[in-house]
T-cell receptor, first 112, second 113 residues
Framework: QKEVEQNSGPLSVPEGAIASLNCTYSDRVSQSFFWYRQYSGKSPELIMSIYSNGDKEDGRFTAQLNKASQYVSLLIRDSQPSDSATYLCAVRTSGGSYIPTFGRGTSLIVHP | GAGVSQSPSNKVTEKGKDVELRCDPISGHTALYWYRQRLGQGLEFLIYFQGNSAPDKSGLPSDRFSAERTGESVSTLTIQRTQQEDSAVYLC???????????FGDGTRLSIL
């Protein structure tokens, strides 16, 4: 069974710091990786996708993928209180079902 | 509308009643997904449509749950003989061709008394 694991948190960081969110997965043939942000009481929104080993940067967000170690991370630089949310990791295996498996999410709190 | 639209936004019903939830995806999006999210929990996959067909129904928790999609647009999720454990937010998402869900609706909050 495919599993995606995330520390539920909360992860608390001061404003301006780097927040590091981690996700591990069990299926070695996983090919596509996604990060979603979900504000309290709201729906998830897709913020990052990564498909190759290494780093992918988009503004203050950097996704890091290490397939050998089966983990994917999301770094948020210069964290702002508005970044406070739950961050969901999702992993999809190529072929077969197109459905990504979601982790339970990590709650991030950025305090002023 | 520009986004994924779900209705109703809230539904309160008595145990044993049937409910129907509606999702109107972004125009032109062929892939449509239904998820369930219980309070404080992650996303639980229910069913995926590509066009009008459902290649993956593996997440439907029981035969009380069914879904259909017509005209490659609107989808309805029906829950028969509702139980208290069905209480959750039901989320619909769509994407242009498939792969990952790209745009979520605001969800239907279902409460079973």
């Amino acid at each position: 069974q495919k599993e995606v694991e995330q520390n539920s948190g909360p992860l608390s960081v001061p404003e301006g710091a780097i927040a590091s969110l981690n996700c591990t997965y069990s299926d070695r043939v996983s090919q596509s990786f996604f990060w979603y942000r979900q504000y309290s009481g709201k729906s998830p929104e897709l913020i990052m996708s990564i498909y190759s080993n290494g780093d992918k940067e988009d503004g203050r967000f950097t996704a890091q993928l290490n397939k050998a170690s089966q983990y994917v991370s999301l770094l948020i630089r210069d964290s702002q209180p508005s970044d406070s949310a739950t961050y969901l990791c999702a992993v999809r295996t190529s072929g077969g079902s197109y459905i990504p498996t979601f982790g339970r999410g990590t709650s991030l709190i950025v305090h002023p | 509308g520009a986004g994924v639209s779900q209705s109703p936004s809230n539904k309160v019903t008595e145990k044993g009643k049937d409910v129907e939830l509606r999702c109107d995806p972004i125009s032109g999006h062929t892939a449509l997904y239904w998820y369930r999210q219980r309070l404080g929990q992650g996303l639980e996959f229910l069913i995926y449509f590509q066009g009008n067909s459902a290649p993956d129904k593996s997440g439907l928790p029981s035969d009380r749950f069914s879904a259909e999609r017509t005209g490659e647009s609107v989808s309805t999720l029906t829950i028969q003989r509702t139980q208290q454990e069905d209480s959750a937010v039901y989320l619909c998402a769509s994407s242009l061709t498939g792969g990952e869900p790209q745009h979520f609706g605001d969800g239907t909050r279902l409460s079973i008394l």
